[in-house]
C-alpha cells in the first residue's frame, strides 16, 4: 500500500471514529426499528389505558335535567290547556312518530346511524383536540354520543367529559336497540323556543301533535337542532334563513341518498314556514283548578303524586273549551261585573262555583272555582263546607219514591200527595222535635207534594223526610252521590232543609244521576292520561244504578215545575225542558241553583266568604237578599243558553206516573187550614198541568227546632207499602210520556 493509500485508509477510519462518536447516546435509540418498536408500543399504552377505563366507567343514571318533563293538560277536542312543570318537554315513544320523520333526523346528524358502533373515533378525537386548544364546541359526534351526552351526562366542554362520553356510547350502543337510542335522542334535544323534545317542538313550531308532522316539517325541527336559536325562522335574519334552507335540503338529500325518500317525493316538497313563538300557558286564570282536579283524581285513581311531580304526562280532561268560555262568561256577565267590593263590603265576599256535567258519559265538560287560581286559590267548585240548602229536597222525594214511602195515616207519597204547608208545624213522628219555617214564615196550609216543591216549603219536606225514615234518607242521597262523611250530615230532621256540607261538583253529579234516569254519574274531569307506555285505568263515571228509573224520572218530571211555577222561573228556556231546583242556605250564606236539561247538568253555588268565617250573601251587588233563583239561577241560564246554542231543543224522555208540575187543588177554606196532612188524600190531587199565573218567593232554609218532641206515639207507627189504585197508571205501572 502507497504512502497516499494509507494516508486514505486513516482520514477513512477517522471520519468513521468521528460518525460514530456523533451518532452516539440519543441517535442512536432512533432507528426505523426502534421508532416502529416506540409506535406499538404507545398504542398497546393507549388501548391498555382505554380497556382500564372501559372497565372503570360505568353507565350512570340519566342526570335529573333529562328526565324532567312538563305535565301536558289538554281540553276535551286534543289542544292544550296548560303546562305545568319547570322543563317543557314531553317523552313520546317512538311508534308515535311517522318513520319518514324519524329519517329526517338520522340523515340530518349521522347517516350510518343503524350500522355503526355508536361513536366516530375521528370526530371524538377532533373533538379531544379542539377542546384541549381551547377552540369550542366541534361536531362531529354521533347520534349516540349526543344522546348520551343529553341523558347521562353534561354539556360541558371537557376532555374528561369527552371520553366519558366515548366509553359510555359504546356501552349504550350494546346494550340497548338503535330504536332505544334514537327515541332517547329525539326527545331529549333541544329545539329552541323553550321545547325539550319532538313533542314539544312540534307544538311549538307547527302547533300539532309529532303523529301528525309532515316530512317537511320533520326535516325542519331536525336542522333547527344545530343551531335552535339561529335557525328559529321567527328570529332569524336573511343569513340564518339562508342557512336553515339549506340544512332543510341538505336533510332531503341525504335521505334520498340512504333511500328513505322516493326522489320524486323530495322535488316536490316545500319549506313549511313555523308559526310564530306563543306564550306556555300556565296555572292562572281557571286553568289552576282544572289542574288541581285532575291531579287529585290521578292521584284517587291510583297516581301518586311523586309520580305526577315528575312530570311527562299528557292529560286529557273532559273540559269542552267552549262550554268553559261560556260558563266563565257568564259568571262574568251576570255577577262579578256587577260587583263593587270598593263601594260595598258584601260585595268583595260572594264567591261563585260551578260544575257542569255531560249525564250520558258523566264528563266534566266546564267547571268555574272562583276568580282565579293565583288569586283565590280554593277551589269553589269543590269545597264541600257550605250547605246546598234546599237543592236536598228532591232528594227527600227520591228516598220516598225509591223507598215507596207513606205518610203517616199511610197514603203513598207522591207528587200529588197532600201535607201540611203550615210554617213552624212540628214534625210528627219524630223523637227529636222540630219546626221549621217557611220563606218568610209563609203558610200554604193543606199543599200537593207538586206545589211544596215548586216553592221550596220547608215545613212540607221535613215531614216527609220523617215518614221516609231519616237513614233512608240519608241513604239515597249517598247512592245519588252525595259525601256521608260531608260536615252537618247527622241523622236529624234538619237534615231534610240541606245543612250538610256539598259541592257543586257532588250536587251537580246528584242531578245528572237523576237526568240519567237513575244510572249512577260520578263526575269526571279526566278523560285519559298517559306517560310514554303507561296508561293508569280511570273508573267509569257511569257504573251502575242508584236508584229505580222510575223514582228519578219522576223526580225529574216534578222538577220541572220548579221551573215552570215556581223559585226556578228564571232559567226558562223558549221550547228547551228544564228540570231544577233552587236553594237558600240559613243566614243567607250560600244560594244555588242545580238543573239540568236532558243533555246537560249545571251546579252553581253562590258563596259568602268571609275572613276565616261564612258570611251573609245579602246585599251583594246592591240587592237585597240572594236566592237561588236570583243570581245563580241568571248564570246557569245564561251558561246554559250559549251552551247548548245550535242544538235542537230537547224533551226529557220519562216513565212515571206522575205526570209533569202537577196543579195543586183549589185553596181551601180557612177552616180546613188547620188540618192534618193524613187527612188529605192523594187521591183528591188533580193531575192536570195548569201553572200559577205568579211564583212565590223564594225559599229560606233557616232551622228553628220544636222545643218538644212531636205528639201522639201513633205518628211512629212504620210508613206502610204504596196502594197502587191511589193513582193511575198503565202498562207496568207507568205512563211513558214525552216531554
Not at 268553559?324 to 260585595?347: F, H, I
Not at 260544575?355 to 276568580?371: F, K, L
Not at 219555617?437 to 207534594?449: A, H, L, Q
Not at 199565573?693 to 232554609?701: D, L, M, N, V, Y
Amino acid at each position: 500500500m502507497g504512502r497516499a493509500e494509507e494516508r486514505r485508509a486513516r482520514q477513512k477510519g477517522a471520519r468513521r471514529a468521528k460518525r460514530a462518536a456523533k451518532s452516539g447516546g440519543i441517535r442512536r435509540f432512533f432507528t426505523w426499528k426502534w421508532v416502529l418498536g416506540y409506535v406499538l408500543g404507545f398504542c398497546a399504552l393507549l388501548v391498555g389505558a382505554f380497556f382500564v377505563l372501559y372497565l372503570w366507567v360505568d353507565v350512570p343514571p340519566a342526570n335529573a335535567a333529562a328526565k324532567a318533563e312538563a305535565n301536558i293538560y289538554k281540553y276535551s277536542d286534543g289542544s292544550i290547556m296548560a303546562k305545568t312543570g319547570d322543563v317543557n318537554r314531553e317523552s313520546v315513544p317512538l311508534s308515535k312518530i311517522p318513520k319518514k320523520v324519524q329519517h329526517t333526523f338520522v340523515a340530518a346528524e349521522n347517516k350510518d346511524f343503524f350500522s355503526d358502533s355508536g361513536v366516530s373515533f375521528t370526530g371524538t378525537a377532533r373533538g379531544l383536540i379542539n377542546t384541549a386548544l381551547g377552540r369550542g364546541k366541534q361536531g362531529g359526534s354521533t347520534i349516540t354520543q349526543q344522546y348520551v351526552k343529553n341523558y347521562y351526562l353534561s354539556q360541558e366542554q371537557t376532555v374528561s367529559r369527552k371520553l366519558k362520553e366515548l366509553v359510555i356510547s359504546l356501552k349504550v350502543d350494546q346494550q340497548k336497540s338503535k330504536d332505544y337510542i334514537l327515541a332517547g335522542y329525539i326527545n331529549t334535544s333541544y329545539y329552541g323556543r323553550g321545547a325539550y323534545g319532538i313533542q314539544a317542538a312540534a307544538r311549538a313550531y307547527y302547533d300539532k301533535d309529532v303523529e301528525d308532522l309532515s316530512v317537511e316539517q320533520g326535516a325542519y325541527l331536525a336542522s333547527v337542532l344545530q343551531a335552535p336559536s339561529q335557525y328559529d325562522w321567527s328570529a332569524a335574519g336573511p343569513k340564518g334563513k339562508k342557512l336553515v334552507k339549506a340544512r332543510w335540503n341538505y336533510v332531503l338529500d341525504n335521505m334520498v341518498e340512504k333511500d328513505w325518500l322516493p326522489k320524486s317525493e323530495r322535488e316536490g316538497m316545500k319549506f313549511d314556514v313555523p308559526i310564530e313563538p306563543r306564550p306556555i300557558p300556565g296555572r292562572d286564570g281557571q286553568a289552576g283548578y282544572l289542574i288541581d282536579a285532575a291531579q287529585k283524581e290521578l292521584i284517587k285513581a291510583g297516581v301518586s303524586e311523586n309520580e305526577i311531580e315528575a312530570g311527562g304526562w299528557t292529560i286529557t280532561l273532559n273540559i269542552d273549551k267552549k262550554k268553559q268560555k261560556a260558563l266563565e262568561k257568564a259568571v262574568s256577565t251576570e255577577l262579578t261585573d256587577k260587583l263593587d267590593p270598593k263601594k260595598r263590603k258584601v260585595d268583595g265576599y260572594a264567591q261563585v262555583g260551578a260544575t257542569s256535567v255531560d249525564p250520558e258519559t258523566g264528563g266534566i265538560v266546564a267547571m268555574y272555582g272562583g276568580t282565579g287560581y293565583t288569586d283565590h286559590f280554593f277551589n269553589n267548585a269543590t269545597r264541600e263546607d257550605y250547605q246546598p240548602a234546599s237543592t236536598f229536597k228532591p232528594l227527600i222525594l227520591a228516598s220516598a219514591l225509591e223507598n215507596g214511602s207513606a205518610t203517616q195515616d199511610g197514603t203513598s207519597v207522591t207528587a200529588s200527595t197532600i201535607y201540611d204547608g203550615t210554617s213552624k208545624r212540628p214534625v210528627k213522628g219524630s223523637l227529636t222535635g222540630f219546626a221549621p219555617p217557611n220563606e218568610d214564615d209563609k203558610s200554604y196550609g193543606p199543599i200537593s207534594v207538586q206545589k211544596a216543591m215548586n216553592n221550596s216549603v220547608n215545613s212540607v219536606f221535613a215531614q216527609m223526610a220523617v215518614d221516609v225514615g231519616l237513614d233512608k234518607v240519608k241513604n239515597t242521597a249517598i247512592d245519588l252521590g252525595m259525601n256521608k262523611d260531608a260536615g252537618g250530615f247527622d241523622v236529624r230532621p234538619a237534615m231534610s232543609l240541606g245543612v250538610m256540607g256539598a259541592s257543586p261538583k257532588e250536587m251537580a253529579g246528584v242531578y245528572a244521576t237523576l237526568d240519567n234516569h237513575g244510572k249512577t254519574v260520578k263526575p269526571a274531569i279526566v278523560k285519559s292520561a298517559e306517560k310514554g307506555d303507561e296508561r293508569p285505568e280511570l273508573p267509569d263515571p257511569v257504573n251502575g244504578q242508584s236508584i229505580s228509573r222510575g223514582a228519578a224520572d219522576s223526580v225529574t218530571s216534578v222538577l220541572t215545575g220548579v221551573v215552570d211555577d215556581g223559585t226556578g222561573q228564571a232559567v226558562r228556556q223558549q221550547g228547551q225542558a228544564v228540570a231544577g231546583k233552587t236553594g237558600t242556605s240559613d243566614d243567607n250564606k250560600s244560594a244555588w241553583f242545580s238543573g239540568y236539561t236532558p243533555d246537560l247538568v249545571t251546579s252553581v253555588g253562590m258563596f259568602g266568604e268571609g275572613k276565616k268565617k261564612q258570611v251573609s250573601l245579602k246585599g251583594t251587588a246592591g240587592g237585597g237578599r240572594v236566592n237561588g233563583g236570583d243570581f245563580p239561577a241568571r248564570i246557569w241560564a245564561a251558561y246554559t243558553q250559549t251552551a247548548l246554542n245550535g242544538k235542537k231543543a230537547s224533551k226529557f224522555d220519562l216513565d212515571t206516573d206522575m205526570g209533569a208540575a202537577v196543579k195543586p187543588p183549589p185553596s181551601p177554606s180557612s177552616s180546613d187550614t188547620s188540618e192534618s196532612p193524613s187527612s188529605s188524600p192523594s187521591a183528591s190531587e188533580s193531575t192536570s198541568e195548569s201553572p200559577s199565573s205568579s211564583p212565590s218567593a223564594s225559599e229560606s232554609t233557616s232551622e228553628s227546632p220544636s222545643s218538644s218532641p212531636s205528639g201522639s206515639p201513633s205518628g211512629d207507627t212504620s210508613p206502610s207499602a204504596p196502594d197502587p189504585s191511589s193513582s193511575s197508571s198503565t202498562e207496568g205501572g207507568f205512563l211513558r210520556r214525552d216531554q
